[in-house]
């Protein structure tokens, strides 16, 4: 089993849709969430970063973290063609393990006009 | 720079050449990173560094695979006979101290190991 599990999709979408995103994990020594967003050809970038339980907003954006049942999501609101990309979640322990995250597969969405 | 520079953007190597890929972090990060994304989306955690020091290397494949922050250089990440599994795409990454999940990623070196 995978540490940390992501549906890859291909996840299509019109513009304007809700779209959700979903990320499972098994080690509970995981603190820090994040989630990051990769274009094509690109290198990973940060879209949200929260370590503790319940939601985070930022702008059309929402991480929800539930440790408890080690479930996050993030959701996307009046999703855009610029949306288009392939979001991926991440973990961290903290600590001696700075900087050292678990990526799950990747979620390739497309939004289209 | 405000960015993480890495070169060579792309890389062909013969089986059993050696690979040498470079990465200048953002001035002012002391956290550099390299990960390795193969088949498109499953990123490894390599090696990490802490200014010129190794932080963390439980991900190197020690045998052909080594790494070096050096002061006024960029870092490296150098593989010796490489095979054709080395293929990938390798990003450097890299940190300030603070959120250990916030990693400014370059846009990566991709290898190709013919």
């Known amino acids: 089993q995978k540490e940390v599990e992501q549906d890859p999709g291909p996840l299509s979408v019109p513009e304007g849709a809700i779209v959700s995103l979903n990320c499972t994990y098994s080690n509970s020594a995981f603190q820090y969430f994040m989630w990051y967003r990769q274009y094509s050809r690109k290198g990973p970038e940060l879209l949200m970063y929260?370590?503790?339980?319940g939601n985070k907003e930022d702008g059309r954006f929402t991480a929800q973290v539930d440790k408890s049942s080690k479930y996050i999501s993030l959701f996307i609101r009046d999703s855009q063609p610029s949306d288009s990309a392939t979001y991926l979640c991440a973990r961290n322990a903290g600590g001696t393990s700075y900087g050292k995250l678990t990526f799950g597969q990747g979620t390739i969405l497309t939004v289209h006009p | 720079g405000e960015e993480v520079a890495q070169t060579p953007k792309h890389l062909v190597r013969g089986e059993g050449q050696k690979a040498k890929l470079y990465c200048a972090p953002i001035k002012g990060h002391s956290y550099v990173f390299w990960y390795q994304q193969v088949l498109k989306n499953e990123f490894k955690f390599l090696i990490s560094?802490?200014?010129?020091?190794?932080?963390?290397e439980t991900g190197m494949p020690k045998e052909r695979f080594s790494a070096k922050c050096l002061p006024n250089s960029p870092c490296s990440l150098e593989i010796q006979a490489t095979k054709l599994e080395d293929s990938a795409v390798y990003f450097c990454?890299?940190?300030?101290?603070?959120?250990?999940?916030?990693?400014?990623f370059g846009e990566g070196s991709r290898l190709t190991v013919l």
């Open positions: 990454a890299s940190s300030h101290t603070g959120n250990p999940g916030e990693l400014f």
């Open positions: 929260t370590y503790s339980s």
């Open positions: 560094f802490q200014n010129e020091n190794v932080f963390d």
